[in-house]
């Protein structure tokens, strides 16, 4: 599957990346917890899972990456059809009920809680470009074929402002 390039996040994710960058950066190469300070003064919102000086680094190289490719924000077109930065509404095949998300970098989450899910997973990938209206397939991780039909598609700002 083909990855894109456009990233689109919210305004509040791109300033949480930039938060969680500045402070791996900000913590002492052999781990949290081990600089002057002991860890005890530090108010810096390091994820806590990140202990390896290596795994540190590599998380910072993905934010570095995910910041340089963001769009942030940017209007998307009210044009019905599914692409970055457009809350999607689908329906799974065989359900009543439909299922709301943002369509952009999953990474960074949305601060009104809304569901995110990447243009390059499988979901994603397989409703960009997709009309309303239209059907489309994806195969789930686990192998299996899942119809979904794309019911609205509008941009992030115009969604949440309902």
């Given at each position: 599957?083909?990855?894109?390039?456009?990233?689109?996040?919210?305004?509040?994710?791109?300033?949480?990346?930039?938060?969680?960058?500045?402070?791996?950066?900000?913590?002492?190469?052999?781990?949290?917890?081990?600089?002057?300070?002991?860890?005890?003064?530090?108010?810096?919102?390091?994820?806590?899972?990140?202990?390896?000086?290596?795994?540190?680094?590599?998380?910072?190289?993905?934010?570095?990456?995910?910041?340089?490719?963001?769009?942030?924000?940017?209007?998307?077109?009210?044009?019905?059809?599914?692409?970055?930065?457009?809350?999607?509404?689908?329906?799974?095949?065989g359900?009543?009920?439909?299922?709301?998300?943002?369509?952009?970098?999953?990474?960074?989450?949305v601060?009104?809680?809304?569901?995110?899910?990447?243009?390059?997973?499988?979901?994603?990938?397989?409703?960009?470009?997709?009309?309303?209206?239209e059907?489309?397939?994806?195969?789930?991780?686990?192998?299996?074929?899942?119809?979904?039909?794309?019911?609205?598609?509008?941009?992030?700002?115009?969604?949440?402002?309902?």
């Amino acid at each position: 599957m083909a990855k894109t390039t456009e990233r689109w996040m919210t305004r509040e994710a791109h300033e949480r990346l930039l938060e969680e960058l500045r402070a791996l950066r900000a913590l002492p190469d052999d781990g949290p917890g081990t600089g002057a300070d002991g860890g005890a003064g530090g108010t810096l919102p390091a994820p806590r899972y990140i202990h390896d000086p290596a795994v540190r680094q590599a998380r910072m190289q993905t934010i570095e990456r995910l910041l340089s490719e963001a769009v942030v924000e940017e209007a998307a077109p009210d044009d019905g059809i599914a692409s970055p930065g457009k809350v999607l509404t689908i329906r799974y095949d065989g359900e009543e009920e439909t299922e709301e998300f943002l369509l952009g970098v999953r990474d960074a989450s949305v601060a009104d809680r809304m569901a995110v899910y990447s243009p390059d997973s499988p979901l994603g990938a397989s409703l960009m470009g997709a009309r309303r209206g239209e059907r489309r397939t994806f195969t789930a991780p686990r192998g299996a074929v899942i119809g979904v039909t794309l019911v609205n598609a509008q941009p992030y700002r115009s969604a949440v402002a309902h």
